[in-house]
């Protein structure tokens, strides 16, 4: 049975304590040089979606306006300790990625990493990101995706058989693509670690 938005969120609630003490090694080793990568190239106003607890608050260029978003209450509670932490000022809202509580047009960088993995519908998020950026603004994406790697690849199709249902999340989403049926490219990309982590700058047609 897949679980619902609500049971979902909990999950995430249930996750937020601990989350970054379990994930330091994925974290050094796979994720962390995609976040300068990402936020160095954020300008403006800035929207993060799926903050969780805050992994990408030190890696904004100081002179960013940094709105968060996560449908887990305690989720954003670590991120406000973080940019407490690392004196960032962000300003955090329970909302999802689904249906994002901002006007069309009201941000010039829309971040997600790491974070549409687990976004139930993530065709819905990628739309709902458009639709807040402005024209020729930027949307920019990391995250794990189906590796080019095709035994790597089928491995991530097994696991996804006990992963989507269990936790909500995905290992064979590829973000880029579902871009390009939304009728967008990518201005720039980069796959690493076979193919499995990827990069993605996006600028929304003018
Ligand atoms: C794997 S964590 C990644 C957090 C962070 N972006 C990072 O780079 O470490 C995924 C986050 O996405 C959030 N999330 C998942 N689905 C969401 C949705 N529909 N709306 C808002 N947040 C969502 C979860 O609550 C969780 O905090």
């Not at 990568?37 to 403006?44: E, I």
């Not at 799926?50 to 989720?75: E, K």
């Not at 689904?98 to 819905?124: G, H, Q």
């Not at 097994?158 to 871009?179: I, K």
Request: proline share 5%.
């Amino acid at each position: 049975m897949t679980r619902s938005h609500g049971t979902l969120a909990g999950y995430w609630d249930r996750q937020a304590p601990t989350y970054d003490r379990r994930m330091a090694g994925v974290e050094r080793r796979f994720f962390a040089d995609s976040r300068d990568w990402v936020c160095g190239q954020a300008r403006g106003a800035t929207l993060e979606v799926g903050i969780g607890t805050g992994a990408n608050l030190s890696h904004y260029p100081r002179d960013v306006q940094l709105t968060g978003i996560d449908w887990s209450p305690a989720m954003l509670h670590v991120a406000r300790s973080e940019a407490d932490r690392v004196h960032r000022a962000a300003t955090l809202h329970h909302a999802d990625a689904a249906a994002l509580p901002f006007a069309a047009e009201s941000f010039d960088t829309v971040v997600s990493t790491f974070s549409l993995c687990c976004i139930p519908d993530v065709r819905v998020a990628l739309t709902e990101a458009l639709r807040v950026l402005r024209p020729g603004g930027s949307l920019l994406l990391a995250d794990h995706i189906g590796s080019s790697f095709w035994p790597l690849r089928a491995l991530q199709h097994a696991v996804d058989l006990f992963s989507v249902p269990l936790q909500g999340e995905h290992y064979t989403r590829r973000p880029a693509a579902m871009l390009r049926k939304l009728g967008v490219t990518a201005e720039e990309g980069e796959r690493r670690t076979m193919g499995m982590i990827e990069r993605v700058h996006v600028r929304k047609p003018h």
